[in-house]
C-alpha cells in the first residue's frame, strides 16, 4: 500500500489453499521498479523444505500468520528482499516462509499475481480465490493419478462457508 507503511506477516501460502502435493508456485511480475523502500516481498532461503507451519492462533482462530514461537525456530537473518526494476518476474514456492516489508513511498508496488501448479496437485479444499482459470491446464494433459505428497499440511478454515478476505485481510483482523 502505498505510504500506509503496513506489512505482510511472516507466513507460507499453503495451509490458505491445501493441495495434495506442493508443487504450486506463485509467479509475480513488477510492474515498476521496487526497491528497498517500496516495501519488496521477502523470502526465507530453503524454507520450502522445512515444515509447514500452522497459520492459528491459541485458541484456534485463523490468522494467516506463523506465531512467533515458530518464526523463532527461522533465521529470519538471511532473507532476501525481492527486488528489481520493471519486468522482474518472482518465483515464490507455496512453502516457502516469507512476508513483504512496509511501503515507505507514496507510491503503490503492483504486482499481480499468479499460481500454477503440476497437473497431478488437486486443491483439497475449496478455492479461497477462484476464477473462471482456476484449473486450467496451460501445459501437458489432465492427470490421471493425483500425486500424493506424504507431508501433512495443516487444515485452514473451509472458506466456502466463513469466506476468504486474503492472509493480508487476516493479518489486519489480527492487529
Known sequence: MAGARR???WHQDIPAWPHTNYSPVTLGI????????????????GSHRGPIFVHRDDTGAWTGSISDADMATLDVATAQDLTGPVGTVIAIHCRTVHASRANLTDR?????????????AFAWMPAPTPTS????I????????AHLDP???PVPPDWSRQGYGSIF???MAED
Request: include cysteine.
Open 151 to 153: 507431508t501433512p499440511c
Open 133 to 136: 482459470h482456476t484449473g486450467d
Open 7 to 9: 506489512i505482510v506477516k
Open 30 to 45: 513488477y510492474l515498476d521498479d521496487v526497491e528497498a523502500e517500496t516495501g519488496p516481498l521477502t523470502c526465507v532461503p
Open 138 to 145: 496451460v501445459r501437458g494433459e489432465p492427470a490421471r493419478v
Open 108 to 120: 503503490v508496488r503492483p504486482v499481480p499475481l499468479f499460481v500454477y501448479s503440476s497437473a497431478d
Open 169 to 171: 485481510v487476516a493479518q
